[in-house]
């Protein structure tokens, strides 16, 4: 049972068309994180969010933590093949905040 | 490169052999993490280190699992009799500090384990 449930699981879209990522727990988190993971390699960090109802830009990518600490999403907006990969939430709480919960991921398509 | 180095990249290993992974992490980084990422899950938090400290072993999923760390360098993770259920591909990462604030964790390219 994954602690925290990610939606959808794959996701096909077009250059240039918007997607919205969820991640969804009834754990309260002390920090999330979304990492991107491509084909062979290991996970890279994208962003953490610790305070509830925060909305961080980077670029392309907003990413919001819900109010309650629970949930999470990632939008990107016109998408491009370069965006194309695995997509991770992992949550972390209390005082052992380096022990990660991770969502099963979501793994976008952007064609071309 | 400065990245976290794992080896063997891939290893295929006969039922009930034991295997060695090796983790190097980033140098001056004292935080050491394994995890475990099988096909279509997420990642599964295994051991932590930090620094001098006593690793947190709570995700170990059995007495075949044991790692270990030399000082802020090396890790390796044992996997004694294995079983089918550990294929899957090990994870390594290291950071400067411990916790996820504040904190960046870098992930190696993983090593990835088939049983046969």
């Known amino acids: 049972t994954q602690l925290l449930e990610q939606s959808p699981q794959f996701l096909s879209i077009q250059e240039g068309e918007n997607l919205t990522v969820y991640c969804n727990s009834s754990s309260v988190f002390s920090s999330l994180q979304w990492y991107r993971q491509e084909p062979g390699e290991g996970p890279v960090l994208l962003v953490t969010v610790v305070t509830g109802g925060e909305v961080k830009k980077l670029k392309r990518l907003t990413f919001q933590f819900g109010d309650a600490r629970k949930d999470s999403s990632l939008h990107i907006t016109a998408a491009q093949p370069g965006d194309t990969g695995l997509y991770l939430c992992?949550?972390?709480?209390?005082?052992?905040?380096?022990?990660?919960?991770f969502g099963a991921g979501t793994t976008v398509t952007v064609r071309a | 490169g400065a990245g976290v180095s794992q080896s063997p990249s891939n290893k295929v290993t006969e039922k009930g052999k034991d295997v060695e992974l090796r983790c190097d992490p980033i140098?001056?980084?004292?935080?050491l993490y394994w995890y475990r990422q099988r096909l279509g899950q997420g990642l599964e938090f295994l051991i932590y280190?930090?620094?001098?400290?006593?690793?947190?072993k709570s995700g170990l999923p059995s007495d075949r699992f044991s790692a270990e760390r030399t000082g802020e360098s090396v890790s390796t993770l044992t996997i004694q009799r294995t079983q089918q259920e550990d294929s899957a591909v090990y994870l390594c990462?290291?950071?400067?500090?411990?916790?996820?604030?504040?904190?960046?964790?870098?992930f190696g390219e993983g090593s990835w384990l088939t049983v046969v």
């Open positions: 990462a290291s950071s400067l500090l411990g916790g996820t604030v504040g904190n960046t964790i870098y």
């Open positions: 140098s001056g980084h004292t935080a």
């Open positions: 280190f930090q620094g001098n400290s006593a690793p947190d």
């Open positions: 992992a949550g972390a709480s209390g005082g052992n905040d380096y022990k990660l919960s």
